[in-house]
């Protein structure tokens, strides 16, 4: 669940729509086609509270991007028919990485939330082409998403983001993991930073734990939940809280 959880985020993060160059509307746009399987440009005037013109040069300016596309026709009822219209699956792909001591596991999704690949990597190797003044888990990481990314070979202009969840205390807000309890040698590591430079797209980092909260808040049980609280069990114990439709945070994205 914590693999998925990240992908799902993909038009919210506003670095990632500023380096796809999408304006407000497009992103309201995109969010709605998310949700539903296909609309009409109606459907989207009636969502978004956008004049039909504005969304009909909207969605003519996703289709140049290569973004949405048009399926079959409606039949309406009266007047002309309208065409639907979803998001294109090869659009673009999305990483999850979920890290823990027994495994790096890696998912790449499409556009509409659809499994590419997914791969589990033991670790403890903390070798291969890593950086020998990394901490090993570290390379375990890099050596893995190498791995994966050359397996699959996607095109890299198409990954339009990576989400990370890690055990341990995480500064979400800069993208440093702060502590990795039990993971000997993680301090102040900003690990987002150490990822969008080997493959310059937007990285956010998360704990594990706010991970699957943020699955089970857009996709799971507390899906249309303002308010819960998720107890996750694994190594150890963690847990999610959820206020008023968003996951409460403290100082710093603690």
Known sequence: RDLHSFPTRRYSDLKTCKDMNLTRNEIETLKFLLRKEKVTRRDIAD???????????TVEMLEK???????????????????????????????????????????????????VNEKRFPTGNGAGDSNENFNPF????LDSLNRFLQENQPDKKKI???????????????GIWLRGLRIPGIKHINIRELIEDKCNVPVVIEDVARTVTYYEKNNGKGKGTKNFFLLHLGRGVGGGLVVNGEILKGCHGF
């Open 47 to 57: 969502e978004t509270q956008l004049s039909s013109f504005v969304v009909s040069s």
């Open 65 to 115: 991007k290569d973004l949405v596309e048009a399926l079959e026709e409606s039949r309406a009822k009266r007047g002309r028919p309208s065409n639907f219209y979803h998001i294109k699956p090869d659009s673009g792909y999305f990483l999850g990485i979920s890290a823990d001591l027994a495994a790096i596991n890696i998912i790449m999704l499409d556009s509409i939330n659809g499994t």
């Open 138 to 141: 570290l390379n375990d990481i």
């Open 160 to 174: 339009r983001a990576i989400g990370i969840g890690v055990p341990g205390i995480i500064d979400s807000d800069r």
